[in-house]
């Protein structure tokens, strides 16, 4: 299906090639999942997959056809949906098939028969007359694909199409792929962040800068691990503390909370902490084992935290509505938010996540309702709250053409900061983050990763006493997300409260308290532990976080349509 022959792509200004003598084949048939850290150069591949790159060197063979010289042959044989699909969102979800079929010249004849699959396909078809700019994540993602696949590919290329995406649409795109491949022969290369999609793929392509580590079933990554993973048991309010410890242990590799307690990968030879309890090796045990660097760097200085309202809440949210016209996205929501907390904000695509955010910030006025931060009614005074929050928001709030030290100045202006202090929060802000190399690198040409540093340094850069992080590590890697997470963690045992919202499920479980919110209302609330516990079943004893979501997800929304 696929063939790579000593393959090289550079880019001009670029550090160094983004593949280099990569050779690879795909056999037909399957799921291959491509996995890399940031920058491992997974689009690039796909990019070359598809005849819109040429290679410097090397050749690449899709479906017999050589990319150099019938480009628009393998184009017209295979699916290509990119990281940023090109949904037109004044167009309905018809018009947008529509569009696709006379860009992929579908004869007339044969599209109701080949709509009336994908709209099954994607279960799309009460959608058909929505605007796409109207639906949630999860269906744009799904009426992505349904274009993509107008015409029956051969050969379907996916880069990332589960980013972003809460884990009851995840769920649904894997099943609408794994179909394709069961009833339609269709053989798939999908890139993706998550490294738990690797149990969908019958083999695993592993790339580190430019170059390939391996193409094996998972299997075969996590052999070499057998004896070296356990799970050190802890209980719910000792498990940050305890993974901080651990991190720092010369036997331990890497130490990541979970449900039970601590999850341990050992460096060989190491030997385990008293009580722990020998694990089975997962394909993120493996990807972290091979690619984590031998040293990590230094965590940055906690931001200095300021004395918090007399009954140690600094956010309080009660009764919260916001509406656009006849529409409520947000219902009626109350929470509250104590100094040097991890408080999680959960929800499927649409919750209304995003909206009580931006209410937070002083972004959005509310409807109704009130919220105070820092001890500021935001109603009344949002210009002197914002002064007290740092704010990374969903989209990294990036200026791609200014370079990493030209973004960090223009926040360090927004922020007010001037003279010694403006100087010395610029120097400490490179160094720390890691961005020194970078400082001249203009913000769009940077790995993803390092956007996410860039993001969270600009944030930081007045020292702020509340963090509201919108989805920040939609789309890094594993190794990028761990780094964050050291740094969440340093902040908030500094006193600083940390609000954020995750589709990693696996990332709600460093939070001290959770809010699950549904179509605008907030289903669920309490610990970790509490929200699992609502999905304990006789055939699902020990539910995980994603289990909880998509199980008291589909109930609420099925209660709705039943009592609708």
Same mark, same amino acid.
């Given at each position: 299906?696929? @063939?790579?022959?000593?393959?090289?792509?550079?880019?001009?200004?670029?550090?160094?090639?983004?593949?280099?003598?990569?050779?690879?084949?795909?056999?037909?048939?399957?799921?291959?999942?491509?996995?890399?850290?940031?920058?491992?150069?997974?689009?690039?591949?796909?990019?070359?997959?598809?005849? #819109?790159?040429?290679?410097?060197?090397?050749?690449?063979?899709?479906?017999?056809?050589? $990319?150099?010289?019938?480009?628009?042959? @393998?184009?017209?044989?295979?699916?290509?949906?990119? *990281?940023?699909?090109?949904?037109?969102?004044?167009?309905?979800?018809?018009?947008?098939?529509?569009?696709?079929?006379?860009?992929?010249?579908?004869?007339?004849?044969?599209?109701? *028969?080949?709509?009336?699959?994908?709209?099954?396909?994607?279960?799309?078809?009460?959608?058909?007359?929505?605007?796409?700019?109207?639906?949630?994540?999860?269906?744009?993602?799904?009426?992505?694909?349904?274009?993509?696949?107008?015409?029956?590919?051969?050969?379907?290329?996916?880069?990332?199409?589960?980013?972003?995406?809460?884990?009851?649409?995840?769920?649904?795109?894997?099943?609408?792929?794994?179909?394709?491949?069961?009833?339609?022969?269709?053989?798939?290369?999908?890139?993706?962040?998550?490294?738990?999609?690797?149990?969908?793929?019958?083999?695993?392509?592993?790339?580190?800068?430019?170059?390939?580590?391996?193409?094996?079933?998972?299997?075969?990554?996590?052999?070499?691990?057998?004896?070296?993973?356990?799970? @050190?048991?802890?209980?719910?309010?000792?498990?940050?503390?305890?993974?901080?410890?651990?991190?720092?242990?010369?036997?331990?590799?890497?130490? #990541?909370? !979970?449900?039970?307690? @601590?999850?341990?990968?050992?460096?060989?030879?190491?030997?385990?902490?008293?009580?722990?309890?020998?694990?089975?090796?997962?394909?993120?045990?493996?990807?972290?084992?091979?690619?984590?660097?031998?040293?990590?760097?230094?965590?940055?200085?906690?931001?200095?935290? %300021?004395?918090?309202?007399?009954?140690?809440?600094?956010?309080?949210?009660?009764?919260?509505?916001?509406?656009?016209?006849?529409?409520?996205?947000?219902?009626?929501?109350?929470?509250?938010?104590?100094?040097?907390?991890?408080?999680?904000?959960?929800?499927?695509?649409?919750?209304?996540?995003?909206?009580?955010?931006?209410?937070?910030?002083?972004?959005?006025?509310?409807?109704?309702?009130?919220?105070?931060?820092?001890?500021?009614?935001?109603?009344?005074?949002?210009?002197?709250?914002?002064?007290?929050?740092?704010?990374?928001? *969903?989209?990294?709030?990036?200026?791609?053409?200014?370079?990493?030290? *030209?973004?960090?100045?223009?926040?360090?202006?927004?922020?007010?900061?001037?003279?010694?202090?403006?100087?010395?929060?610029?120097?400490?802000?490179?160094?720390?983050?890691?961005?020194?190399?970078?400082?001249?690198?203009?913000?769009?040409?940077?790995?993803?990763?390092?956007?996410?540093?860039?993001?969270?340094?600009?944030?930081?850069?007045?020292?702020?006493?509340?963090?509201?992080?919108?989805?920040? $590590?939609?789309?890094?890697?594993?190794?990028?997300?761990?780094?964050?997470?050291?740094?969440?963690?340093?902040?908030?045992?500094?006193? %600083? $409260?940390?609000?954020?919202?995750?589709?990693?499920?696996?990332?709600?479980?460093?939070?001290?308290?959770? %809010?699950?919110?549904?179509?605008?209302? %907030?289903?669920?609330?309490? $610990?970790?532990?509490?929200?699992?516990?609502?999905?304990?079943?006789?055939?699902?004893?020990?539910?995980?976080?994603?289990?909880?979501?998509?199980?008291?997800?589909? !109930?609420?929304?099925?209660?709705?349509?039943?009592?609708?």
């Amino acid at each position: 299906m696929l @063939v790579f022959e000593d393959v090289t792509k550079r880019f001009s200004g670029a550090a160094g090639p983004a593949l280099e003598g990569l050779s690879l084949t795909l056999e037909p048939g399957g799921i291959v999942g491509l996995f890399g850290p940031d920058g491992a150069g997974k689009t690039t591949l796909l990019r070359l997959a598809a005849g #819109l790159l040429r290679p410097d060197a090397g050749r690449v063979v899709v479906l017999g056809h050589d $990319t150099r010289r019938e480009a628009a042959a @393998v184009q017209g044989a295979i699916g290509y949906m990119p *990281q940023h699909f090109g949904l037109y969102e004044d167009l309905t979800v018809q018009e947008n098939l529509d569009l696709y079929a006379d860009l992929q010249s579908l004869p007339h004849p044969e599209r109701p *028969q080949r709509y009336a699959e994908l709209l099954r396909l994607t279960a799309l078809g009460p959608f058909g007359a929505r605007l796409a700019g109207q639906l949630s994540g999860g269906m744009k993602q799904k009426l992505g694909l349904a274009c993509t696949l107008v015409r029956p590919p051969r050969l379907l290329l996916l880069d990332e199409p589960t980013v972003g995406v809460d884990p009851v649409s995840r769920r649904e795109l894997w099943a609408i792929i794994e179909r394709l491949v069961r009833e339609g022969g269709t053989t798939v290369l999908v890139s993706t962040a998550y490294l738990d999609e690797a149990q969908h793929c019958r083999e695993v392509v592993l790339l580190r800068e430019g170059r390939l580590i391996g193409q094996h079933r998972s299997a075969v990554f996590t052999a070499p691990l057998a004896g070296r993973v356990y799970m @050190v048991p802890a209980g719910e309010g000792e498990r940050r503390a305890l993974q901080r410890s651990l991190e720092g242990a010369p036997d331990v590799l890497d130490a #990541l909370i !979970q449900a039970e307690g @601590v999850r341990l990968v050992l460096k060989e030879g190491g030997a385990p902490p008293v009580g722990a309890q020998p694990a089975a090796p997962r394909f993120e045990d493996a990807f972290v084992a091979l690619l984590k660097p031998a040293a990590a760097g230094a965590l940055p200085a906690a931001p200095r935290a %300021v004395d918090p309202p007399s009954d140690g809440e600094v956010i309080r949210v009660q009764d919260l509505g916001r509406r656009f016209g006849s529409f409520a996205a947000v219902k009626g929501v109350s929470f509250a938010v104590r100094r040097g907390e991890v408080f999680g904000l959960l929800g499927a695509n649409g919750a209304g996540k995003t909206t009580t955010f931006r209410m937070l910030c002083g972004l959005l006025p509310p409807s109704s309702g009130s919220l105070s931060v820092a001890g500021v009614d935001l109603r009344s005074a949002p210009a002197q709250a914002r002064g007290r929050i740092g704010y990374v928001s *969903q989209k990294f709030s990036l200026y791609g053409n200014l370079s990493v030290e *030209q973004n960090l100045a223009f926040f360090a202006a927004a922020y007010g900061l001037t003279g010694a202090r403006r100087k010395e929060r610029l120097s400490r802000a490179l160094c720390e983050f890691e961005l020194t190399p970078y400082r001249c690198v203009d913000a769009a040409d940077l790995p993803l990763g390092y956007k996410q540093r860039l993001a969270l340094a600009g944030a930081l850069m007045h020292e702020p006493d509340i963090l509201f992080l919108d989805e920040p $590590t939609s789309g890094v890697d594993p190794l990028a997300r761990r780094e964050f997470w050291q740094r969440i963690n340093a902040f908030a045992a500094a006193g %600083v $409260t940390v609000l954020i919202t995750t589709h990693f499920m696996e990332e709600a479980e460093y939070c001290d308290r959770l %809010v699950l919110m549904s179509l605008g209302e %907030v289903l669920a609330a309490g $610990t970790p532990a509490q929200i699992r516990a609502r999905a304990v079943r006789d055939d699902l004893p020990h539910p995980s976080m994603e289990d909880a979501f998509v199980e008291l997800i589909e !109930q609420h929304e099925a209660g709705l349509r039943s009592a609708a």
